[in-house]
């Protein structure tokens, strides 16, 4: 079945590092992919998408690479600061206008000073 | 800048009883959601409701879970009949036409 999954549970980085979150997906349909930062008892909050047309999308300090070949999304961070410290959440949705998505089971980032 | 609101923040329940969360979405929102975290776990997607109606639900929403949004502005996820596996965190969302989905803090279910 659909599954969508991350590497690593736990990345720690030094504070002004640059930090790396995977993901990968089993879902060859997937159309819309997002990440979410999840603060400790707080919503998912979005950080960026990418649709399946795209292979990079930028954003402030924010770099999503999505690679259908091998089915793999990954977040970088530059510069991570203390604040950047959260769960981040990978989600995928085969379809844009469905928006029942199926997320990740999370990767916790701790960012040493 | 607006966001959604969900009451309450924390319930304690007993097996059994009937829980009613409430979600206030950001006024232009077209599409609802719930979605649940157990603690520790994953986000997991309940149900989706648009023009009024249920438009996807997943295997968790069963018979014991309905959403309504009566008078244009609330939208609650009522539980009938709790058990020990509900408890968990469940967060409302919305979404425009197209884009990013903008989740609420969360109400937190304790089932004893």
């Known amino acids: 079945g659909e599954s969508v999954g991350l590497h690593l549970p736990t990345l720690s980085v030094q504070e002004g590092d640059n930090s790396i979150i995977n993901c990968a997906y089993s879902n060859s349909a997937s159309d819309y992919f997002i990440w979410y930062k999840q603060e400790s008892g707080k919503g998912p909050q979005f950080i960026i998408d990418i649709r399946s047309n795209m292979d990079k999308r930028q954003g402030q300090r924010v770099t999503v690479l999505l690679n259908k070949t091998v089915k793999h999304l990954s977040l970088q961070i530059a510069a991570t600061q203390p604040g950047d410290s959260a769960v981040y959440f990978c989600?995928?949705?085969?379809?844009?206008?469905?928006?029942?998505?199926?997320f990740g089971s999370g990767t916790r980032l701790q960012v040493q000073p | 800048e607006p966001e959604v609101t969900q009451t309450p923040s924390h319930q304690v329940t007993q097996m059994g009883q009937e829980v009613i969360l409430r979600c206030v979405p950001i006024s232009n929102h077209l599409y609802f959601y719930w979605y649940r975290q157990i603690l520790g776990q994953k986000v997991e997607f309940l149900v989706s409701?648009?023009?009024?109606?249920?438009?996807?639900k997943s295997e968790i929403f069963d018979d014991q879970f309905s959403v309504e949004r009566p008078d244009g502005s609330n939208f609650t996820l009522k539980i009938r009949s709790t058990k020990l596996e509900d408890s968990a965190m469940y967060f409302c969302a919305g979404s425009v036409e197209a884009g990013e989905l903008f989740f609420g803090e969360g109400s937190r279910l304790t089932v004893l």
């Open positions: 409701f648009y023009n009024n109606e249920i438009s996807e």
């Open positions: 989600a995928e949705t085969p379809d844009t206008g469905r928006r029942a998505l199926t």
